[in-house]
């Protein structure tokens, strides 16, 4: 940390005495290259690199009234707190139109961290608008979007896991 700040303040007193030296555009520039290093000196040194937890596969099936959910997003709230300074880590999944879902952390449908989970669910209303489609209120009227008012809580694994259906009704 102190040999990027000793860099960071050398390279800028260079920067700085050469400022002076250019004429109108180029000390825009240098201006600019200026913060742009210092930026990147500043955000070097106050990285903190996120632990990833291993991630096991999750998948499961959705239902309101016994037809799919299509677009349900499905959140697994932690049932124990992150430690503190930590963020909780919520995966999450987007139904399809059959209703299945597959559980993503980090990237795409990875899976989630082993550990016991409370199963949240929005549905949103979609509606179509130029091509693109827009979304609207929880047609679940927020009833499960909550850790308190959970679905049924889950246990992932350290294996492949399958949800049990979910049938909201």
Known sequence: M???????????GILLKTMNELPGRAWHRAVVVTYCILFASIQSGCE??????????????????GHPAEHAQISLQPTKAAPKGERAIIPNAV???????NVGTYTGSDGAPAGEYAITVIW?????????????PDRLKGLYRLPDNPLPKFKVQEHDNEIPTIDIR
């Open 2 to 12: 102190i040999s990027v700040h000793i860099q960071t303040t050398v390279t800028l």
């Open 48 to 65: 903190k690199r996120i632990q990833r937890l291993p991630v096991y596969q999750v998948s499961g099936k959705i239902l309101v009234n």
């Open 95 to 101: 139904a399809q139109a059959d209703g299945t879902f």
């Open 124 to 136: 949103p209303t979609v509606t179509q608008e130029g091509g693109e489609e827009t979304f609207g």
